[in-house]
């Protein structure tokens, strides 16, 4: 899969030390000029359904429990691959100097209907819903919350207004 992005985080000086790797698995579907993301009401943004791949899944396993638990969607198929973006960031677990993230995205299509959500607990208490947005609206939306530097705003942001962005500009051509 080909990079998109290489995004460091301004807190780290060095990528040397102890890193952390988490690859994750996040989903592009589109209807229209709507797109399935999730709105997390304690960073004010908008991000991609998906999330960490657990260690005995592949990025397509990972992908579907994901989804399944984020947003209800059933009947996940890859239609392509957008490609990946490699993050760096400081990372809180004493035992490491860092963490590389790795995010795969994946243009998808899933049943009309959203099921069931099973989100966890914290993802609850941030305030994390599954809803159809305009595409642009979505962008604008994170961009303002990026120009404000909203004391909220999450370290994802970034990476999500970027293939948003990436998405609009390919939707274009």
Same mark, same amino acid.
């Given at each position: *899969?080909?990079?998109?992005?290489?995004?460091?985080?301004?807190?780290?000086?060095? /990528?040397?030390?102890?890193?952390?790797? =988490?690859?994750?698995?996040?989903?592009?579907?589109? =209807? &229209?000029?709507?797109?399935?993301?999730?709105?997390?009401?304690?960073?004010?943004?908008?991000?991609?359904? &998906?999330?960490?791949?657990? /260690?005995?899944?592949?990025?397509?396993? &990972?992908?579907?429990?994901?989804?399944?638990?984020?947003?209800?969607?059933? #009947?996940?198929?890859?239609?392509?691959?957008?490609?990946?973006?490699?993050?760096?960031?400081?990372?809180?677990?004493?035992?490491?100097?860092?963490?590389?993230?790795?995010?795969?995205?994946?243009?998808?299509?899933?049943?009309?209907? /959203?099921?069931?959500?099973?989100?966890?607990?914290?993802?609850?208490?941030?305030?994390?819903?599954?809803?159809?947005? #305009?595409l642009n609206e979505?962008?604008?939306?994170?961009?303002?919350? *990026? *120009? #404000?530097?909203?004391?909220?705003m999450g370290f994802?942001?970034?990476?999500?207004?970027?293939?948003?962005?990436?998405?609009?500009?390919?939707? /274009?051509?």
């Amino acid at each position: *899969m080909e990079l998109i992005h290489r995004l460091v985080h301004y807190d780290l000086t060095s /990528l040397e030390g102890h890193c952390f790797e =988490r690859k994750a698995a996040r989903a592009i579907i589109m =209807r &229209g000029d709507k797109i399935l993301l999730l709105y997390t009401q304690r960073y004010n943004d908008y991000s991609f359904p &998906g999330g960490g791949v657990e /260690l005995h899944e592949d990025l397509y396993t &990972g992908l579907c429990r994901e989804l399944a638990e984020e947003t209800g969607a059933t #009947n996940v198929k890859i239609v392509r691959e957008l490609g990946y973006i490699e993050e760096f960031r400081p990372y809180y677990k004493p035992e490491y100097d860092l963490i590389r993230m790795l995010s795969y995205y994946y243009i998808c299509t899933i049943d009309e209907q /959203l099921g069931d959500t099973q989100l966890e607990e914290y993802e609850i208490t941030n305030g994390m819903s599954a809803l159809w947005i #305009n595409l642009n609206e979505a962008i604008v939306h994170n961009r303002q919350v *990026m *120009m #404000n530097q909203e004391p909220s705003m999450g370290f994802s942001i970034e990476r999500e207004t970027l293939i948003l962005e990436l998405i609009a500009s390919e939707q /274009l051509s």
